[in-house]
């Protein structure tokens, strides 16, 4: 997303909410060049059809409330409002739509595992743990390799403020 300011183009969102009964999505944003936050206003596209490729053959398509009762369910008890875990899944729905109208079953999983890992750990491990058959302490430091350098660096640096 373009900052308003300087005009990069690269950002980190850090709220998401769902607006107008979850057909659109408010996004605080702050900027990676420039540090300064900005909110945008994002319709969920649903014009065309995401179909999912299941184990053995089976298809069908796309369930975003799916997405949002696994997400509901590793975030529960953590300090998420409804609104705000629909705004994930609109977010993994989003990150689906850019790349192919095809998608598997465990693409899916990634993508909620990265979100998940993004947002909050105890929710990640949860997930993980339930979608991976996790059963040693190892299988999650394992699994944490796949995430991007750039989201643990950043993780680093949250810490560093928080601190
Ligand atoms: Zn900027």
């Given at each position: 997303m373009r900052c308003?300011?300087?005009f990069r183009d690269e950002d980190r969102v850090v709220?998401?909410?769902?607006?107008?009964?979850?057909d659109a999505v408010r996004r605080r944003r702050e900027c990676l060049a420039c540090g300064r936050r900005f909110t945008t206003f994002e319709k969920v596209a649903e014009d065309t059809k995401i179909v999912v490729l299941?184990?053995?053959?089976a298809r069908e398509s796309f369930d975003r409330e799916k997405v949002a009762q696994g997400m509901r369910a590793a975030l529960k008890n953590r300090p998420f409002s409804d609104s705000e875990i629909d705004a994930l899944a609109a977010?993994?729905?989003e990150e689906i739509r850019s790349f192919k109208e095809e998608v598997t079953s465990q693409e899916i999983g990634q993508?909620?595992?990265?979100?998940l890992f993004e947002v909050?750990?105890?929710g990640y491990m949860?997930?993980?743990?339930?979608?991976?058959?996790?059963?040693?302490?190892?299988?999650?430091?394992?699994?944490a390799s796949f995430v991007s350098p750039a989201v643990l660096e950043k993780r680093e640096d949250d810490r560093d403020v928080g601190e």
């Open positions: 308003p300011y300087c709220d998401s909410r769902t607006v107008d009964d979850g299941k184990r053995r053959g977010d993994v729905e993508i909620v595992l990265r979100r909050d750990e105890v949860r997930f993980a743990s339930v979608y991976k058959g996790f059963e040693r302490l190892q299988d999650f430091t394992e699994e």
